[in-house]
């Protein structure tokens, strides 16, 4: 029935009313709509803009992982995992910005991103390439045999090179040799990989002439090329000259030539051809002041990058006051590399008082790790001990939390004597990234100055627990457990032993050759008292008498003496440097060093 208001209009006023009414219905459940879209459809919304976003960042990543821009690499892989860490193209980013840049935390991320779906092709070498890095020999081990099974493409020379790499490690040179010779018959092979290669085979090839002979050749073909690699196969082959006294037998090619080469690269620069006057200067030691001086007229007015190649090459031979002529100060605040090059020619030439008044007024902006530090050494040279403490620690606080900091960190602080600084960082360090191998090995070097075989031991043990197939750690903890093992105890702990006898014994079949195999070896035979067994454990190896250390001396001199053979121990003696032992070691041969 019609209201009595609606008496008095007119037909197409309630039609007009009417669809007024019924747009104002429309729209409030438009709004409703809307508004039930937002609560239960929104938050997908959101997500799925996240993740496109976070696929954008990671793919300008990977493009700038290619390109070696590594800081802008590293803001792009990090805005993609921030946006939305579910994302696997923003993981894979992470993953692999951390591979190329060695840090064993990659492996984490690898992790992440197999568990949501199988790796690629290029997944895989890089995870391989960073789990022999961190010491994963198994990890590594996986992920290479999926790269050789063809599975993910066609076999590439990067997998035999992966590949021998692995065989490498495990102490196999012959089935190394057949993966690099694989590399060397790829007509596919990228001049980077015969580079490796060749570097790879000249580190397998002691004492096997035509082995090394081939790898200097084949170095000697990539550097004939025009391209990045052939620019480093120069550079190796350069340095290998200037290093050694006498060239080697069947090397490829003469200082002279060399020198020439890496001057007409098309890709030298200041560091390359800085080298060519090092060639010349070792043919022609008279003209060294000369040679000298016109390198140093050459690049004193190039660009900051080239000065400082300069400054870096003359502090390296001692020129410390012509580093200083050539880039006066006013030059060296042109750039990080340059300043730091002020500081290490000052410091060469014992000009303590004024790297301190430069640190302390902050004339250039140096990250404070490295401002401390180099307070730190300039306080102990001037014999502040207190104030050198002080910014050993304030050093260290600031390094906190930063791997890559605590670890220059701990390399400066261990060459310059502040070890306890060191112990700290390294240990830090290990503690923010455990499969960090520098970190540790680092602390074994801390250790193994203390000659505790405890605290080496400790150190070993805890690295095993990490790479526990890593036959150079299974050789070494094994080894200084044996030393603990006093001869009084090797009947209630003879189990023991024997475990290590054979796991010596596995050692020694895998790798023939090493000498540190035979002699943890020899040591649980001669803890056994299999005397006879022991001395059989040096069988069939020539050893070059560099490469005896202080402690397989030892061993080898306690098992002659243990086969009554006493005259050829106390000769032996004579070349020992007892001081460089072990107490447990030192002890061994006791009574033999007593009779010299």
Known sequence: MPRSEDIMLTAEELRLRTRKRRRLLGLLLLLLLLLLGAVFGGRPVMHAIKAWQARRHAQQAFALVEKEQWNDARKEATAAYQLWPNEPQAIRAIARFLSRTRQAQALEFWDRLEKQGALGREDLVDEASIALIAGDDTRAKRAILALLSGRNGAVKAVDHLLEAQLAIRQGAPIEAHDALQKIFGDASATTRARLQAALLEIAISAGNNAGRDEAWAQLQRVADGNDAASLDAL??????????????????????????????????????????????????????????????????????????????????????QRALDAIPREKALLSRELFLQHLDSLGGLERWKEIKELLDRDIFPLDPVVQKMYLARCNAQLGEKAASENNWQRALEAAHGDPQKLMMLAGYAEKNGALEIARAAYDETAAEAPKLRAAHQGRLRLAQATNETRKIHDVLAEMLTIWPNDPAVQNDEAYTRLLLVEQAQVESRKAEVENIEQLAARLVERETSSLPHRTLLALARLRLGKFGEALDAYANIQVARNALTPSALAVHVAVLAGNGRSDDAAAEVRDLDVKRLLPEEAALIANIARSR
């Open 235 to 320: 550079t190796v082959l350069a340095q290998t000259v200037i290093t050694q006294e006498k060239i080697p037998e069947n090397f490829p090619v003469t200082a002279a030539d060399l020198a020439q080469k890496l001057d007409a690269h098309p890709l030298a620069r200041a560091p390359q051809k800085l080298l060519a006057v090092d060639l010349r200067i070792r043919e022609h030691k008279e003209m060294r002041d000369q040679l000298i001086a016109q390198a140093t007229e050459r690049w004193k007015t190039a660009e900051p990058e080239e000065m400082a190649a300069l400054a870096t090459w003359l502090n390296g031979k001692g020129e410390f």
